[in-house]
C-alpha cells in the first residue's frame, strides 16, 4: 500500500469512527448508506475537489451535491476532519439546536445545498454546471446519488438536459450498492444495465469499485471523460462497508448503533488503524 492510500484509508477509518460516534449519541439511523460512500468522499476531498475549508464560499469552488442527504453523517465527518467546521460539532449531531441535521444542510460551512428529498440533487448540480458553463467559469459540479434515487423521473429529465448542454463540466457519481430503502434494488425496481441506462442519455460512462482508492482516484483524475459530454462514475459498493455485520444489511439503513453493536462495530473499525 502507498503511502497516499495509506493516508486515505486512514481518513476512512476516522470517518467511520465519527458516523459511529455521531449515530449512537443522535440515536439516528443511515449508517450504512454513509459508510458505502466514506472511500469516495476521502478522494473528493484529498486533492480532488478544489476547495478552500477557511473560505468555504469562495467563488471558484467545485461544488458538490450530496443527492442522498440522508447520509451526511459522513460528509460532515469529512468536512470537520478537513477542517470546514470544529470536529466537537459532531458530537451534537441530531440532536436540539444542532448545526448539524439529520439530512444534509446548507447553513453547514462546505455543504453546497440542502437534500434529503430524494431524486432532485441531480437537477440542483445540472442547474449549477449550467449556470458554470454560461460563465465560462473553470469550476466544476460532482453530484453523489444514489442507486435507488435513479428510480425517479426527475434524474433522468436532469440526465436528458445535461447531456443536450454539453455538460462536461459536470460529475454525478452514483452510489451503487444496490440496497435502496424497502429493499434490494433488483425487488424494487431492477436498474440494470446502470451504466448502459446512462450512456443512452448521452452520458459518458466508467463503472468502478468504489471501495478501491486507485480506482476511484483514476477515475476521478480522468473526468471529463470526453470532451462535450457529462460524466458519470457508476461506483460499486457495499452498504454498511466497514463493519462486517452492518455489510450488505437492509437494516443498518434504518438501526441505530447502541450497546453491544456500537461497541462491536468501534472494535471492528479501531482494529484497522
Request: hydrophobic share 40%.
Amino acid at each position: 500500500m502507498t503511502n497516499e492510500n495509506r493516508n486515505l484509508g486512514q481518513l476512512a477509518v476516522r470517518i467511520r469512527r465519527h458516523v459511529i460516534e455521531m449515530t449512537r449519541l443522535g440515536k439516528s439511523s443511515h449508517v450504512g448508506s454513509s459508510f458505502s460512500i466514506v472511500e469516495l468522499l476521502s478522494v473528493l476531498y484529498s486533492g480532488v475537489l478544489n476547495v478552500r475549508p477557511d473560505q468555504p464560499d469562495w467563488e471558484q469552488r467545485d461544488r458538490l451535491v450530496l443527492s442522498k442527504g440522508h447520509a451526511c453523517a459522513a460528509l460532515y465527518a469529512v468536512l470537520a476532519e478537513k477542517g470546514f467546521f470544529p470536529t466537537d460539532w459532531l458530537h451534537t449531531y441530531y440532536q436540539d439546536d444542532s448545526p448539524l441535521a439529520g439530512h444534509a444542510t446548507h447553513s453547514v460551512p462546505g455543504v453546497e445545498v440542502s437534500t434529503g428529498s430524494l431524486g432532485h440533487g441531480a437537477s440542483l448540480a445540472t442547474g449549477m454546471a449550467l449556470a458554470g458553463k454560461r460563465d465560462t467559469a473553470a469550476w466544476r459540479v460532482f453530484a453523489l446519488l444514489s442507486d435507488g434515487e435513479c428510480d425517479e423521473g426527475a434524474t433522468w429529465e436532469a440526465a436528458l438536459l445535461a447531456a443536450h448542454h454539453g455538460l462536461d463540466n459536470m460529475v454525478i457519481i452514483v452510489d451503487y450498492n444496490k440496497i435502496q430503502a424497502l429493499g434490494y434494488t433488483s425487488e424494487v425496481l431492477s436498474l440494470d444495465s446502470l451504466a448502459g441506462k446512462w450512456r443512452a442519455f448521452g452520458w459518458a460512462v466508467r463503472e468502478i469499485d468504489g471501495h478501491n482508492f486507485a480506482e476511484i482516484e483514476t477515475a476521478l483524475g480522468a473526468v471529463p471523460f470526453e470532451k462535450g459530454q457529462p460524466s458519470c462514475i457508476v461506483a460499486h459498493t457495499i452498504k454498511g462497508k466497514g463493519v462486517s455485520f452492518m455489510e450488505d444489511q437492509l437494516l443498518w439503513h434504518y438501526r441505530s448503533p447502541q450497546g453491544e453493536e456500537y461497541e462491536a462495530a468501534c472494535r471492528e473499525l479501531d482494529g484497522e488503524r
